[in-house]
C-alpha cells in the first residue's frame, strides 16, 4: 500500500465516523451502532485488564530464592541504583554498584523509568530503595507496586497503540476489528512475561508499535521517533530495526532520491538523531561514560545462547557441539553471517516495494530471523517476533494464532521456574479458543486466504494437493504436540541420566514451529500482494 | 413463546467458556474466612458420624445450612481427598495449602456448570421479539452475558468465595421451568434448593401462591378470578408429595435421631443482631442512620443527655444486638412483620391477577427484595437473589430495564466493602465497569427507539456513585479520618446504596401494581 492509499485509509475511516456522527442526529439507530463499538472496544480493553491483572496476582521470577532472585529483584534494583547513584556512576562498576549483581543492561531510557518507578517508590515506602540494605526486599505490598507500574505503563503506552492499530489499520467490519483487537490483547505469552515472570516488555513495544502504527498512517517521522524510543528502551528492538530503516529508505527511493525523497529522508534522519541524542545526553559528556553503556547493553562475552531456547543453535546443539568445536569468536561471525543470510530476502523485497503490507511482513520475518540465528538470544525474545506477527492476526489469522500458541508454549519451561501454571494454561486455552471461534480461523484457511499459491508454484513438481487441508491438520497435530508436550513437562519425571529431558523437547518443538513459520512467512513476502477481493469475502 | 433460535447457538459454550476461563485466574486472589467455613464443613462431613454434624463445635464456624447441602460437602470430600487430605481434619483450624485452595476454588467454578445449564434455559425462554440478524443484539445473547457475568457473582462466588452460583443455578432452573410450564419440575427443583439453603425461604411465599393458584386451580373465570370448582386435588397432591419427600430426605434422618431442634437452632441463629457488621443497602440502614443523625441533632441542641444515650458501635465490626438512640429499637418479630406486610400485596396480586409465570416471577422478585429491605440481620449478598431473576426481566421489557440497571448498579455497587484488599481493587472496579457498561449499552440497543431507559435524575443519582466510590476507596484512606471515623466509607455506601434499591423496590411494586389494571400483556 502506497503512502497515499494509507492516508486515505485512514481519512476513510475517520470519514466513516463522521458520516456516522453526522447522521446521528437524524435517526436514533446509529448513534447506537457508534456506541455499541465503543463499549465493545471498552469492553475489551477492560477485559484485557482483568486478564493482566488475575495474571498479577500470581508469582513472579525468583520470588523468595535468594542470593539472586530474579528479573523482579533486577528491576527493583535499578530503581535502587538509579534513584541513589548519581547518574555517571549507572553503568560502572564501584563500590556502591555491584555490576554482577544485576547490573543495568539496558539502555537509557530504561534507567529513566526505573528513576521514576523510584521516586514513586520512595514516597510510599523508602525501604524499597534503600541502598545495599534493599537487596532482595520482598513484600505484598511492594509486589503491589511493582505490579502496578506494569499495568500503568500498559495502559499509557501499548494498550492505546494496540486499540489505534486495530481500528484504524486492519480491514472489515468493525465487530471484526473489535475481535481482532480482544485477540491481539490477549497474546498470553507477552502477559505472562510481563505480569507473571515480571518485565516490562510492553514498554519497548508499544513504543515500537505506535511506530507501525505511525507508518502505516503515513507520518513517517513521528513512526521513526516512537521507534527509536523503542531502540532506547531496549536494545533488542535492534530485531525490527532493519524493516523500519529499509521501509522507510525504499519509500524515500521511490519519492525520488533528489526531489521529495531526499527532504523526507534529511528530516527523518535529523529526527532520529535528535532522539537518541536527547535520550543520551547526560551520557554524552564524556565518551567514555557512552561506551561503557554500549558495552554493557551488549555484552557479547555471554556465549551463543544460553538455557533452552527454542532457537536453531540451541536445537542444533542436539546434533552438534557448535559450541565446543567453534572458537567464540567464530560463533559470533557465524551467527552474524547466518542472520544476514536470513534477513536479506525480506529486506530487500521490502526495499524494492516499500508498502505496508510488506513492511509487516518483513518486520515478522527480520524478527524471527534474528530470533532464529544471531547470537545470545533469549527464550524472552520470542515476544519481539510476536509483535508483528499480532499484526497480522486479521490477514492470516490461521498461521497467526498458530505461531502465537507455539512462541507462549515455547517459554513452558520459564513458566514452570515461576510457578505459573496456571495463569499458563488458562490464559493460552482462552487465546485459543477465543481467537478461532472470533476470527474464524479455522474456516479461513482456503489455499487462497493462506496465501500459499506461490507455495505451488515453487514446488510444481509435486502432485497437486490439497494444502489447505494438510495444514488445518497439521494445526491440529501440533497442538495435539503442545498440549502433550505441557502436561508430560508438569506431571512426568524426566529420567535420571536426562534431568532437561523436557525443557529440550519443548524448545525444539518449538523451533520446529518458528523454522516452519520462517519459511511460510517469507514465502508469503514473496507471493502477491493480498486482493482486495478476497480481503472483503473476509469480511 | 418464540421457538428457541436454532442458528448459531455457538455463542453460548463460548460466553460460558470464557467466563469459567476468567473464574480460574481468581484462584490465587484473596478469600474471605468463608473459605475456611466451607473447609470446616467438608472436614466434618467427612469426618464425623451424620449424627454429630450438627453437634460438631471445635471451629466457630458451625455448620448452618440445611442438611442436604452438607450432603452436598459431604460429596465434594470424596473428591478433596485427592488434593490433600490434611484439610478434612476438623482440628486443622483454617488450613489453606495451596491444593486446598486449588480444590476449594475449582469446586466452586466446576458446580457453576449448574448456573451455566440454568442460564441456557432462561436463555431459551425469552421472547425474541423479530430475529435480528446481529447475535449481540439478541435478547437471548444479552441475557445470558448478563447471567453468566454477572458482577456479583463473580466477586462473592470466585473471590471472596461461596457456592451462590450452584445454588442460584437451582433457582434460575426452577424459574425457567415455571416459565416453560413444567410445574412439577420447577417445584422439585425449589424444594431441593430450599434444603441446600435456607435463606430461599424469603421467596417460598411466591412459588407457594403461584403453584397453588395457577397450577392446582386448572381453569379461571372470565373476569381472571379463580374458579372454584376447578380444584384440582391430584394436581395438590403431587406437589405435596414432591415437597414433604424431599424434605424428608435431607431431614428425615436428624427427626428419626431426635435432633429436630438442634438442627433448627443451627439454621435460625437469632442471637445476631438487626444488621451485619457492615449493613446491607436496605431499610435498616436508613432507619440506623436517622436514629444516629436524631441523637447527634438532639444532643446538639441539648435535648437529650449525651450520658444517657446508650453506647453502641453500631459498624464496629461485631455481630451483636445493639439498642437505638432516639427511635424505637427494632426487634426480630417487628422485621418478620414488616416483612410480610411488604410481601403482601404482591403474593395477593397473584392470587387475584395471576398473569402467568412472568407475573410470578415479578412476584419472586418481590419477595426477595422485600425481605432484603425488611429483613434481620441481612447480608448485602442477598440482594443478588433480586439482580438475578430480574435480568430476564429486562431483556423483555423498557421499564424493567431500567430497573434492572438502578438496581444492579446500587446492588453491586453495595458489594465492594466485601473485597478490601488492595490487591483486589483493580480486579472489582474493572468488572463493575466492564458489567455496567455492558448492560446499558446491550439493554439501550436492546429496547430501542422506545425512550430512553433511564429519567436523568436516574443518571446522575448513578453517576453519583462514581463520586462515593472515589471518596471511599481513594480519597478517605489517604485522609486524618481514616484514624478517627474508620467505619465512615462503609456507612456511606450502604446508605448511598439503600437510596437505589429502595427506589427499585417501589418501581417494581408500580409496574406489578400497574400490570394489574391491564392485565392482558402479551
Known amino acids: 500500500m502506497t503512502y497515499t492509499g494509507n492516508v486515505n485509509r485512514f481519512q476513510n ?19 447506537v451502532k457508534v456506541m455499541q463499538t465503543w463499549s465493545l472496544v471498552s469492553i475489551c480493553v477492560l477485559l484485557g485488564v482483568v486478564v493482566r491483572w488475575g495474571v498479577s496476582l500470581n508469582s513472579y521470577s525468583g520470588a523468595g530464592k535468594p542470593p539472586m532472585f530474579g528479573d523482579y529483584e533486577a528491576q527493583r534494583h535499578w530503581q535502587e541504583v538509579t534513584y541513589n547513584l548519581p547518574l555517571q556512576e549507572w553503568y560502572f562498576n564501584t563500590t556502591d554498584n555491584d555490576l554482577n549483581y544485576w547490573g543495568l543492561d539496558y539502555p537509557p531510557l530504561t534507567a529513566y523509568h526505573s528513576w521514576i518507578c523510584a521516586y514513586i517508590a520512595k514516597t510510599i515506602n523508602p525501604e524499597w530503595v534503600e541502598l545495599h540494605r534493599s537487596r532482595g526486599y520482598e513484600s505484598p505490598a511492594h509486589k503491589l507496586f511493582m505490579r502496578a507500574t506494569v499495568l500503568v505503563a500498559d495502559l499509557l503506552i501499548y494498550i492505546p497503540a494496540v486499540v489505534l492499530y486495530c481500528l484504524y489499520l486492519t480491514d472489515g467490519s468493525p465487530k471484526k476489528k473489535v475481535s481482532t483487537l480482544f485477540c491481539f490483547l490477549l497474546y498470553p505469552g507477552l502477559i505472562l512475561i510481563d505480569y507473571g515472570h515480571f518485565q516490562y516488555n510492553g514498554v519497548s513495544q508499544g513504543f515500537a508499535l505506535w511506530g507501525v502504527l505511525a507508518l502505516g498512517l503515513g507520518w513517517d517521522v513521528s513512526g521513526s521517533m516512537a521507534f527509536s524510543l523503542a531502540l532506547n528502551y531496549k536494545q533488542m528492538e ?35 538523531l535528535v532522539t537518541f541524542a536527547l535520550c543520551w545526553l547526560p551520557f554524552l559528556s564524556d565518551l567514555n561514560q557512552a561506551l561503557q553503556v554500549v558495552r554493557r547493553i551488549f555484552p557479547v562475552a555471554r556465549g551463543l545462547f544460553e538455557d533452552k531456547v527454542a532457537n536453531t543453535w540451541c536445537s542444533l546443539n542436539l546434533l552438534i557441539k557448535i559450541r565446543s568445536i567453534l572458537p567464540s569468536q567464530s560463533q559470533l561471525y557465524l551467527s552474524f553471517a547466518c542472520t544476514l543470510l536470513a534477513v536479506l530476502p525480506s529486506s530487500i523485497r521490502l526495499l524494492t516495494k516499500p508498502t505496508f503490507w510488506q513492511f509487516k511482513l518483513a518486520l515478522v520475518n527480520s524478527s524471527l530471523a534474528f530470533f532464529l540465528f544471531s547470537y545470545q538470544v533469549h527464550e524472552k525474545s520470542i515476544l519481539l517476533a510476536a509483535l508483528p506477527v499480532c499484526l497480522l492476526l486479521n490477514d492470516l489469522p490461521l ?131 493480498p486482493s482486495r477481493k478476497s480481503q472483503k469475502k473476509n469480511n | 413463546m418464540a421457538a428457541p433460535v436454532a442458528d448459531s447457538r455457538s455463542w453460548f459454550p463460548a460466553l460460558a467458556l470464557g467466563v469459567s476461563l476468567l473464574k480460574c485466574l481468581f484462584i490465587s486472589c484473596y478469600h474471605s474466612t468463608d473459605f475456611e467455613v466451607h473447609r470446616n464443613w467438608l472436614a466434618i462431613t467427612h469426618s464425623l458420624p451424620v449424627s454429630r454434624w450438627y453437634y460438631e463445635n471445635t471451629s466457630e464456624w458451625t455448620l448452618d445450612y440445611p442438611p442436604l447441602f452438607a450432603w452436598f460437602e459431604f460429596g465434594l470430600s470424596h473428591v478433596a481427598q485427592h488434593f490433600d487430605r490434611n484439610m478434612l481434619l476438623v482440628e486443622n483450624l483454617n488450613y489453606a495449602s495451596p491444593s486446598t485452595v486449588l480444590f476449594q476454588r475449582l469446586s466452586v467454578v466446576f458446580t457453576d456448570l449448574v448456573f451455566i445449564y440454568a442460564a441456557k434455559e432462561c436463555c431459551r425462554c425469552v421472547q425474541e421479539q423479530k430475529s435480528s440478524r446481529d447475535v449481540l443484539n439478541r435478547p437471548s445473547f444479552v441475557l445470558a452475558v448478563l447471567l453468566l457475568w454477572n458482577f456479583g457473582l463473580l466477586i462473592v462466588d470466585h473471590i471472596h468465595f461461596q457456592y451462590n452460583g450452584f445454588l442460584f443455578g437451582f433457582l434460575l432452573l426452577s424459574v425457567a421451568k415455571h416459565l416453560q410450564s413444567q410445574h412439577l419440575q420447577g417445584a422439585l427443583l425449589f424444594s431441593v434448593l430450599l434444603n441446600l439453603k435456607h435463606i430461599y425461604l424469603y421467596v417460598a411465599p411466591a412459588y407457594g401462591i403461584y403453584l397453588l393458584r395457577s397450577y392446582c386451580f386448572t381453569q379461571d373465570n372470565k373476569d381472571g378470578s379463580v374458579r372454584w370448582r ?205 458489567f455496567t457498561i455492558y448492560s446499558v449499552t446491550a439493554l439501550r440497543k436492546l429496547h430501542r427507539g422506545q425512550g430512553s431507559l433511564l429519567h436523568p435524575l436516574e443518571v446522575v443519582y448513578l453517576l453519583g456513585l462514581i463520586a462515593v466510590a472515589i471518596t471511599c476507596e481513594i480519597v478517605f484512606p489517604l485522609s486524618p479520618w481514616q484514624q478517627k471515623l474508620p467505619f465512615l466509607p462503609l456507612l456511606a455506601t450502604s446508605v448511598y446504596c439503600s437510596v437505589g434499591v429502595c427506589y427499585s423496590f417501589l418501581r417494581l411494586y408500580i409496574s406489578l401494581l400497574r400490570r394489574e389494571e391491564k392485565p392482558k400483556q402479551p
Open chain 2, 230 to 434: 376447578s380444584f384440582s386435588p391430584l394436581r395438590l397432591l403431587a406437589l405435596g408429595s414432591i415437597v414433604t419427600s424431599t424434605c424428608a430426605l435431607s431431614f428425615g434422618p436428624f427427626i428419626v435421631m431426635g435432633q429436630l431442634p438442634q438442627v433448627v437452632s443451627r439454621l435460625f441463629p437469632f442471637k445476631r443482631g438487626l444488621c451485619h457488621a457492615y449493613w446491607a443497602p436496605n431499610i435498616w440502614a436508613l432507619y440506623n442512620v436517622l436514629d444516629k443523625s436524631l441523637a447527634t441533632l438532639g444532643v446538639r441542641l441539648k435535648l437529650l443527655e449525651e450520658a444517657e444515650l446508650p453506647k453502641a458501635s453500631m459498624t464496629g465490626g461485631l455481630v451483636q444486638e445493639f439498642q437505638h438512640s432516639v427511635l424505637p429499637s427494632v426487634s426480630p418479630s417487628v422485621t418478620l412483620v414488616c416483612t410480610l406486610l411488604s410481601i403482601l400485596p404482591a403474593v395477593a396480586s397473584i392470587w387475584w391477577r395471576p398473569c402467568g409465570a412472568r407475573g410470578f416471577l415479578r412476584c419472586l422478585l418481590l419477595c426477595a427484595l422485600g425481605s432484603f429491605m425488611f429483613g434481620w440481620h441481612v447480608h448485602e449478598k442477598a440482594v443478588l437473589i433480586a439482580i438475578l431473576p430480574l435480568s430476564i426481566l429486562a431483556v423483555e421489557s423498557r421499564e424493567d430495564a431500567g430497573i434492572f440497571l438502578v438496581l444492579s448498579t446500587t446492588g453491586h455497587y453495595s458489594l465492594f466493602p466485601l473485597l478490601f484488599t488492595p490487591a483486589e481493587l483493580p480486579i472489582k472496579v474493572v468488572l463493575m465497569l466492564l
Open chain 1, 399 to 529: 498461521m497467526v494464532i498458530w505461531f502465537l500458541q507455539a512462541s507462549s508454549f515455547s517459554m513452558l519451561p520459564l513458566f514452570l521456574k515461576d510457578g505459573l501454571l496456571v495463569p499458563y494454561v488458562v490464559t493460552s486455552l482462552a487465546f485459543l479458543f477465543f481467537s478461532i471461534y472470533l476470527l474464524s480461523a479455522l474456516e479461513h484457511s482456503s489455499e487462497e486466504e493462506l496465501r500459499l499459491g506461490a507455495y505451488h508454484k515453487l514446488l510444481f513438481c509435486l502432485p497437486k494437493m490439497d494444502l489447505a487441508c494438510i495444514v488445518r491438520w497439521k494445526f491440529y497435530i501440533s497442538v495435539a504436540a503442545m498440549a502433550g508436550l505441557s502436561i508430560a513437562s508438569v506431571v512426568l519425571v524426566p529420567p535420571p541420566h536426562l534431568p532437561d529431558l523436557f525443557p529440550v523437547l519443548v524448545s525444539t518443538t518449538a523451533c520446529l514451529h518458528f523454522l516452519g513459520t520462517f519459511i511460510y512467512f517469507n514465502i508469503v513476502q514473496f507471493s502477491g500482494p
Open chain 1, 238 to 272: 535492534l530485531y525490527h530495526a532493519l524493516p523500519f530503516f529499509c521501509y522507510l529508505l525504499g519509500k524515500c527511493v521511490k519519492l525520488g532520491l533528489m526531489g521529495r525523497g531526499l527532504f523526507l529522508l534529511v528530516r527523518i534522519a535529523v529526527t532520529v
Open chain 1, 13 to 31: 475511516c475517520l470519514n466513516e465516523q463522521v458520516f456516522i456522527v453526522y447522521f446521528s442526529s437524524k435517526s436514533s439507530f446509529l448513534p
